[in-house]
């Protein structure tokens, strides 16, 4: 069971933010991070829990290994403000986080 | 560019059945795996079914097994998902994904198409 926090996260254009995902049990660093805009299909930003993804820019990371991981956004621009889930590839059956709202 | 363009996704009445499919172009399809994943409002993401790159293993969730079978053609790059005895938790929008997988274990993210809508009511 993958739990992420905090749910909904109020911050100001230009700042930097944390998002925390938690797995049950081990997950190794087999942990992708995706971003979901209104009405738009999700965009993998982090696989392995802190390679970034083709064209995602380098003030999004992430680290972490086992069951705790995290998501930094520095300089938050207006496109950031948006649902992100984490998801762990370890086991079967892959499973994703509720996700937390990033919003202004 | 990667390209996952989906299709199927209708009003069904609960018991029915239903063909979704995925065409992908952009990547060389026979070297990725495709999984289908849902989402709804009130349960958010879950992974359903992924097809390995020879499409020779097949994964299901405990919610679909036995009752939705993924397939692959690869003359064509698309893959399918056959649905049955249809539930009205099974109503939410379908992605199909691309993921990368190493003998049998995920080696990277879904990369996603934009999804089609699947309605079970009667």
């Known amino acids: 069971v993958m739990t992420q926090s905090p749910a909904t996260l109020s911050v100001s254009p230009g700042e930097t933010v944390t998002l925390s995902c938690r797995a049950s049990?081990?997950?190794?660093?087999?942990l992708a991070w995706y971003q979901q805009r209104p009405g738009q299909a999700p965009r993998l930003l982090i696989y392995?829990?802190?390679t970034r993804a083709t064209g995602v820019p380098a003030r999004v990371s992430g680290s972490g290994s086992g069951t705790e991981f995290t998501l930094t956004i520095s300089g938050l621009q207006s496109e950031d403000f948006a649902v992100y889930y984490c998801?762990?590839?370890?086991?079967?059956?892959?499973?994703f986080g509720p996700g937390t709202r990033l919003e202004i | 560019e990667v390209e996952l363009i989906e299709s199927g996704g209708d009003l069904v009445q609960p018991g029915g059945s239903l063909r979704l499919s995925c065409a992908a172009s952009?990547?060389?399809?026979?070297?990725?795996?495709i999984s289908w994943v849902r989402q709804t409002p009130d349960k958010g993401l879950e992974w359903v079914s992924t097809?390995?790159?020879?499409?020779?293993?097949?994964y299901y969730s405990a919610s679909v097994e036995g009752r939705f079978r993924i397939s692959i053609d690869n003359s064509k790059n698309t893959v399918y998902l056959q649905m049955s005895s249809l539930r009205a938790e099974d109503t939410a929008k379908y992605y199909c994904?691309?993921?990368?997988?190493?003998?049998?274990?995920?080696?990277?993210?879904?990369?996603w198409g934009q999804g089609t809508l699947v309605t079970v009511s009667s």
């Open positions: 392995g829990a802190s």
């Open positions: 998801q762990q590839s370890n086991n079967w059956p892959l499973t």
């Open positions: 049990q081990s997950v190794d660093a087999k």
């Open positions: 952009g990547f060389t399809f026979n070297k990725y795996a």
């Open positions: 097809i390995d790159d020879g499409g020779y293993f097949t």
């Open positions: 994904a691309r993921l990368q997988m190493i003998q049998g274990v995920p080696m990277d993210g879904f990369v």
